[in-house]
């Protein structure tokens, strides 16, 4: 009997980041028009798994998802131990722009999540030349710390669970329980400090974009906006506030939560079809 | 609810292998009622009703009776599913020495929400 392998391959890309080399871990499924995926803070490609999959996703897109530097099985560059990681906005958009093009996708769709959410905002701000649409996955404008983010990485709390308990209730109560435990098994796999690092990004003004929203030209790069309504982070009204303020179509899933590729990958897929469907059509 | 918070916990085989090396006392107030439960090794050993004069714990949650009992509900309402969304709507206050709690988290998540399944019994049986 042959090995049952999914159509899902991963590969190692060495490119410069950042000023830095460094050898990025992307994955990739299908054929078509390239959607690049990000993953949210602290976890890594794995959370695309179920659309990879999924053959009426693959059919007519190329979907490529890279493990952030930090994360995954991306390493984090040469001396990392002599610094404390934290992402900035303006490294976040010369990261995706550097893969994208190292790459050589011609003007892929990007969509993101939480995090990933919030830069597609920022791509749409400052790049909407580049991409033919986005979509923006749990996207709110600003989000607060509503905790100590100190609690995230110190030597006596586990890290591992300290993020992915805090993160626990934001997957939807009603999500499968298969789909919830990987998803909280990204974050108790993440390094040390990554999560944190990353919501450096998320929780300060580094990463506010609300002021800029008005700003974004919907008719130049198509936004599309989704988001669980069990998310708390980022919740519906936040997203249907960057609806109001750019005129980008908003979907609420029910059911879902902050995760919803990875907590129920097919719920989810069954809300983005309709819109890679809009995007095939543009 | 908080009365048999102990029960289904300590019940809960999974759930005090979890709490294995949690030895600590926290409280629990609703409205201006409040309440001490003393956890050893994973399981909820006693469970003390106030008033207090000098009560002696690490942490405590408060909140109304109004939220506790939607965050009690089987399928709570959205921003009612989780302490760290009451915390964000400020529904919610975690106060004291957060060590034990955070160290401990998903532990002590699913202490919190315990009387969900009885909640939930309850309603199958109705």
Redesign the interface.
Known sequence: MSPHFEHITGRYLQLNLLGKPHRLYVEEAGHGIPLLCLHTAGADTRQYRGLMNDERVTATYRVIAFDMPWHGKSSPPAGWQEQEYQLTAPDYVQVILDVAAALELDRPVVMGCSIGGRIVLHLAYQHPTRFRALIGLESAPYAEA???LS?LNRP???GG??C???I???VS??APEHGRWETLWHYMQSGPGVFKGDLYFYTTADGDIRDKLGQIDVKQCPLFLLTG??D??CTVEAMLGVAERTGAPATVMQGLGHFPMSEDPEKFVGYLLPVLEKIRAL | MIDRIAGLVNADARLVHRGRFVDTTFMIVIDDDYTMLRVQQGRVTKVTPGPFITPDYSFRLRASRDVWEKFWQP??P??F?????L???KLMQIEGD??PF??N??YF?DVLAAPRKNAATEQAAR
Do not use: I, N, Q
Request: aromatic letters at 18%.
């Open positions: 509503y905790y100590d609690w006596d709390v586990h669970m300290v992915a308990g805090v626990s209730g934001l109560p009603t309504e069990y708390y982070s | 399928l709570p959205r921003g599913t989780d302490v760290f969304a915390v964000k709507t957060l060590h955070m160290a988290l998903f998540k």
